[in-house]
């Protein structure tokens, strides 16, 4: 079965600019997770979304949203993009959430900010 | 803020030789994982842990559950160039919210 999508995979943005990612979750997943990755700090937690609705939320500045369709597909998006922004941002889906249960991951999207 | 700490965060090792990486938490998980992740890829899982002691083998691999959940291992033997990775253990922890944190991470490179 097809794994988890992410688009695009590549991007390059410039300061003050917006952006929305887009994950597309394994089939019959319900549950999307995005992070962000960057050398400094890891792998952080941004949100989960279940079944349309936001679950789950970790400790980043209000810029950073996300929305989930029907179809379990999941966006997200920036605003008033920093430089500080850059970093690899990756898509986990899971059936139905953390608890115990298996994430599988997209390749992610590179983001660059300038 | 909950802190899962991973040790060492760089390993470089020859080939053929043992490794063991560690993953430390103050606060009691409910669940663990250790996922590998490749340059330019998602992690990949690799196990999970429920049982406190709980030891599971993946080939080459074992994984070793903390008996108060509170850590873990990973243990390889004979490691092979193809192990090179970013390793990354992953937790839900017992009380708060349901999403998975992240350990800081070892970056290991196999040398031939």
């Known amino acids: 079965k097809a794994g988890v999508t992410q688009t695009p995979r590549y991007l390059i943005k410039t300061r003050g600019q917006q952006v929305t990612l887009s994950c597309s979750p394994i089939s019959g997943h319900r549950s999307v997770s995005w992070y962000q990755q960057t050398p400094g700090q890891g792998l952080q937690f941004l949100f989960e979304?279940?079944?349309?609705?936001?679950?789950n939320k970790g400790n980043f500045p209000g810029r950073f949203s996300g929305r989930q369709f029907s179809n379990s597909r999941s966006e997200m998006n920036v605003s008033t993009l920093e430089l500080g922004d850059s970093a690899l941002y990756l898509c986990?889906?899971?059936?139905?959430?953390?608890?115990?249960?298996?994430?599988?991951f997209g390749q992610g999207t590179r983001l660059t900010v300038v | 803020t909950q802190l899962l700490e991973q040790s060492p965060q760089f390993l470089s090792i020859q080939e053929g030789e043992n490794l063991t990486v560690y993953c430390n938490s103050s606060s009691v998980f409910s669940s663990l994982q250790w996922y590998r992740q490749e340059p330019g890829e998602g992690p990949v899982l690799l196990v999970t842990v429920v049982t406190g002691g709980e030891v599971k083998k993946l080939k080459r691999l074992t994984f070793q559950f903390g008996d108060a959940r509170k850590d873990s291992s990973l243990h390889i033997t004979a490691a092979q160039t193809g192990d090179t990775g970013l390793y990354l253990c992953?937790?839900?922890?017992?009380?708060?919210?349901?999403?998975?944190?992240f350990g800081t991470g070892t970056r290991l490179t196999v040398i031939p």
């Open positions: 979304y279940f079944s349309e609705t936001q679950r």
């Open positions: 992953a937790g839900v922890y017992q009380t708060g919210a349901n999403n998975l944190f």
């Open positions: 986990a889906s899971s059936l139905e959430g953390y608890l115990g249960g298996e994430a599988f």
